[in-house]
């Protein structure tokens, strides 16, 4: 390699080798010897913008070698490309040593990852929404070594779309948040782990409405919370750890308020509150 030279390296896809074309990760080793100067080489998925990190680092020693292991993208063609930053030419030697296969199976909607795993204290619960449909359907680990039992949680005639995720709860159940695609509201089930069965839904699903987008966290005292921000850019928060049939309450945050930005919807919390599958509940 020559001290500033940039090459694309073709590390999956290529005759004779067993990595596929569309793995999602390459484990490499990568190896300089005998640099003329000191420097440092930059590696990343070619077709893509330059990381602005190095990769590995050396010294300007003629007898020098240095080697460090990666785990890599390929880019277009299968090709990573490694640009040097050096001060003397040197020696390269790259080794490809495993691979990691693309998921297959997984859904998405509009661009948006679809599938998400939560860890209840009973066992794990999947969920995903089907990208032909588009709606969400859930199924629990039976813990026996068979595949989990899917089944359709969201209403008929009902379409959803990302963001999408679940949150763990207190007494092995979760909560299951998605967006439904015709008016953006956020809809959310508390559920219970079922391993191995369908989960009952009737009597236990309970609706929540946002015009934003809401995001889900375990605080460090296990209990799962959502957050979202309403159209004067005040923050809000839910205990999602409440069982149906009582009906949790957004509150806002003592966080300041940011400037509303232009065309944002009216107030998501107020249009929660006349939401007419709303009537008798209370919400703030």
């Not at 779309?161 to 967006?179: E, I, K, L, N, Q």
């Not at 191995?196 to 934003?212: D, E, K």
Request: charged letters at 15%; glycine letters at 12%.
């Amino acid at each position: 390699m020559t001290a500033t030279k940039k090459i694309d390296i073709q590390i999956a896809g290529y005759a004779g080798s067993s990595i596929p074309a569309n793995a999602a990760g390459v484990f490499v080793n990568l190896e300089i010897f005998a640099p003329k100067g000191g420097g440092s080489i930059r590696i990343y998925p070619t077709g893509q913008a330059a990381n602005t990190a190095s990769y590995i680092n050396f010294t300007s020693d003629g007898t020098y070698d240095r080697s460090s292991g990666a785990i890599v993208v390929p880019g277009e063609g299968g090709k990573i490309t490694v640009e040097g930053a050096a001060n003397g030419d040197f020696w390269m030697s790259l080794q490809t040593l495993a691979y990691f296969a693309a998921p297959s199976g997984y859904a998405s909607a509009g661009g948006t990852p679809a599938f998400s795993v939560v860890h209840t204290s009973l066992g794990d619960c999947y969920g995903y929404l089907d990208p032909a449909a588009s709606n969400v359907r859930v199924g629990c680990d039976p813990q026996d070594g068979t595949e989990p039992i899917y089944a359709v949680i969201s209403p008929a005639g009902h379409t959803f779309r990302g963001p999408f995720s679940m949150v763990a709860r207190p007494g092995g159940r979760y909560v299951v948040v998605a967006t439904h695609a015709p008016d953006g509201e956020v809809w959310t089930w508390d559920l219970p782990y079922s391993p191995g069965a369908p989960p009952v839904t009737t009597a236990v699903r309970t609706f929540r409405y946002s015009r934003t987008p809401v995001a889900t966290a375990t605080l460090p005292t296990g209990a799962p919370v959502g957050f979202t921000a309403d159209g004067q850019g005040r923050f809000w928060a839910i205990d999602l750890s409440i069982a149906a049939p009582e009906q949790p309450r957004w509150k806002p945050l003592d966080i300041p308020a940011l400037a509303p930005a232009a065309g944002n919807e009216a107030d998501g919390v107020e249009h929660a509150r006349r939401h007419p599958a709303l009537r008798g509940h209370e919400h703030r």
